[in-house]
């Protein structure tokens, strides 16, 4: 069964996307933490980085670079902004497509809670 992501990426729900390429595709995020909350999701499926197989590394450090644009393109590579990846369900993982969450806009603490 396709995921939540790959349904978004197949156009079958809605999504605000802010940026995307042959790889990948960004996203906001439905439920925020920060002003600036966007997914950056490969559009291959991975299901996470354990998960990833050693020949993804090219897919991987795209969707880094991905996101890297994405800070640019809406303004907060100046500023800060935070890069996380939950992997698996005990690290907070939800969706069991690998995606980058790109936080901005607010101070980020460390460790987060």
Not at 22 to 38: G, S
Not at 55 to 70: E, F, K, P, S, T
């Amino acid at each position: 069964m396709p995921t939540l992501f790959e349904k978004i990426i197949a156009g079958d729900i809605p999504a605000d996307i802010v940026y995307e390429d042959a790889w990948c595709v960004a996203f906001r995020d439905i439920n925020p933490q920060a002003p600036t909350h966007v997914l950056v999701v490969p559009r291959r499926p991975v299901v996470n980085v354990a998960q990833a197989a050693d020949d993804d590394q090219a897919l991987l450090g795209h969707v880094m670079i991905a996101a890297r644009n994405v800070a640019r393109q809406l303004g907060v590579a100046e500023t800060g902004y935070r890069l996380v990846v939950n992997n698996g369900a005990g690290a907070g993982q939800t969706v069991f497509h690998l995606h980058v969450h790109l936080l901005a806009g607010r101070s980020l603490t460390w460790p987060p809670g």
